[in-house]
Nanobody
Framework: QVQLVESGGGLVQAGGSLSLSCAAS????????MAWFRQAPGKEHEFVAA????????YYGDSVKGRFSVSRDNAKNTVYLQMNSLRPEDTAVYYC????????????????????WGRGTQVTVSS
C-alpha cells in the first residue's frame, strides 16, 4: 500500500507560480512511475505530467508544456510539480498518482489503472 499526500495548493494571480509536492509513504517509492492529473469543476480528469522511476524521463500534457515541470526526489519519497506562468484555466484540483506498471506515455496519460491516488490539492488562479 502507498499513501500519497499532496500539498502546496492555493490562490495565485495569473502569471504567477506555484509549487506542488506529493509525499509518499508505504512501499518503495522508486518502484513507481509518478503522475499529476487535475480536475476542473465539471470537467474530466486531465493528464498534467508524469515522471519515470529514476526521474530521467518526463512527460507533459499539451496544455502545460513549457510552463510546468515535474521532478522527484526518491530519497525524500516526494514528487514535485513546479507551475509557472499560471492561467485561470489551470484552476483545478491537482492529484498525484503512482503506478508500478505504466511506463509508456499513452498509458501514463490515462487516468484508469493507476495503483494509488492522493486526495488532491486545490489550485486557484485568478485573472
Amino acid at each position: 500500500q502507498v499513501q500519497l499526500v499532496e500539498s502546496g495548493g492555493g490562490l495565485v494571480q495569473a502569471g504567477g507560480s506555484l509549487s506542488l509536492s506529493c509525499a509518499a509513504s508505504g512501499r518503495t517509492f522508486s518502484n513507481y512511475y509518478m503522475a499529476w492529473f487535475r480536475q476542473a469543476p465539471g470537467k474530466e480528469h486531465e493528464f498534467v505530467a508524469a515522471i519515470s522511476r529514476g526521474g530521467a524521463r518526463t512527460y507533459y500534457g499539451d496544455s502545460v508544456k513549457g510552463r510546468f515541470s515535474v521532478s522527484r526526489d526518491n530519497a525524500k519519497n516526494t514528487v514535485y510539480l513546479q507551475m509557472n506562468s499560471l492561467r485561470p484555466e489551470d484552476t483545478a484540483v491537482y492529484y498525484c498518482a503512482a503506478d508500478g506498471q505504466k511506463s509508456q506515455l499513452d498509458a501514463l496519460a490515462t487516468r484508469a489503472g493507476y495503483d494509488y491516488w492522493g486526495r488532491g490539492t486545490q489550485v486557484t488562479v485568478s485573472s
